[in-house]
């Protein structure tokens, strides 16, 4: 099934990593596939570092006039896969992450063998800024449905981040895309719930073919301001909101207790205590909205709890 049916593309800003990103990618031992860079207006010379690999890689560089991913990452991520062009499939790379070697070729051989799924996953180890590998992460079922993938994941039991996963491009278009959230926060967890719900999730097996996503602290979700935690903090509850009109409106069980639900939302709650951004939260809290009314209950106790906290402690 190969000729050039997967595109893989990088919504590029930082400099410090672009080059051992597409290093290697250069050194898959299987190179059909196009990559497809969007330059988010960034003040790096990325051209320079790209042009290198121009006669190993088959690929596509646009430079953006403006900068948008610092505003809308999604809408980042949507003009980048506008660069595509009939490839079947895409995933959705970063500037900083690294692929081992036979990935592309394990992903094909997969697909061979299962055709019928519309998102597949490579597991994911976490590195830091010098390659070190700082945590295995637990590898996935063969297969996984979208209910058992967010009851994995906000269990603590699995990872996921967006450059591990390869999404049929018809399908991903047919499902509406990227799910937008602020900061693109719980995007990704959102768009692999929407695509996998109909066939679940297969996952690439064999050696040398994880994703290695990098922690370098660059990264807009390891951002610690007060501004960008409110943010994220939003986020995660529309985030919540939307997994349970999503499970609730296609039948399906909701896969999360609300005691589980309650510690992610009020994780990001907590470090906001003490500053003025707790109080902003309070009208989307209010307008938390799960089709259990156990679930509003807990969330909203437990967010006056905290608020009364950091009225005693501010």
């Known amino acids: 099934m190969k000729n050039d049916n997967l595109a893989i593309i990088i919504p590029a800003y930082k400099a410090e990593y672009l080059e051992q990103t597409l290093k290697s990618i250069a050194g898959q031992s299987d190179k059909h596939f196009k990559v497809y860079i969007g330059d988010d207006c960034s003040p790096y010379r990325l051209k320079n570092i790209i042009e ?43 500037d900083d992450d690294l692929m081992e070697p036979d990935c592309v070729r394990r992903f094909y051989e997969t697909v061979e063998s299962y055709p019928e799924y519309d998102v597949y996953h490579f597991d994911i180890d976490i590195i830091n800024n010098d390659n070190t590998v700082q945590k295995h992460c637990t590898p996935y079922d063969s297969e996984m449905s979208s209910g058992k993938f967010y009851e994995d994941l906000f269990n603590e039991r699995i990872d996921a981040r967006m450059p591990e996963f390869i999404f049929r491009t018809r399908h991903f278009l047919k499902s509406g895309g990227f799910v937008n959230f602020i900061q693109a926060y719980r995007s990704d967890n959102a768009t692999v719930i929407s695509c996998a719900y109909e066939k679940g999730i297969r996952t690439v097996p064999g050696p040398y073919s994880k994703i290695l996503w990098r922690d370098s602290g660059m990264n807009i979700s390891s951002s610690r301001t007060t501004e960008d935690l409110f943010k994220q903090s939003k986020a995660n509850i529309q985030f919540f909101n939307w997994a349970h009109a999503y499970f609730h409106g296609h039948g399906g069980k909701y896969p999360v207790t609300p005691e589980t639900e309650k510690k992610h939302i009020m994780r990001f709650v907590k470090s906001l205590l003490g500053h003025i951004a707790i109080r902003r939260l309070m009208s989307d809290i209010l307008k938390y909205r799960p089709h259990d009314f156990r679930y509003s209950v807990r969330i909203l106790h437990g967010f006056l709890k905290l608020l009364l906290r950091g009225r005693h402690t501010s």
Do not use: P
Request: hydrophobic residues 40%; negative net charge; proline residues 0%.
């Open 52 to 94: 290198k690999f121009s006669a190993s890689i088959n690929l596509e560089y646009v430079r953006f006039d403006t900068n948008m991913g610092k505003d809308n990452l999604v809408e980042q991520w949507n003009r980048c896969l506008s660069l595509m062009h009939d490839e079947e499939f895409f995933c959705m790379f970063s």
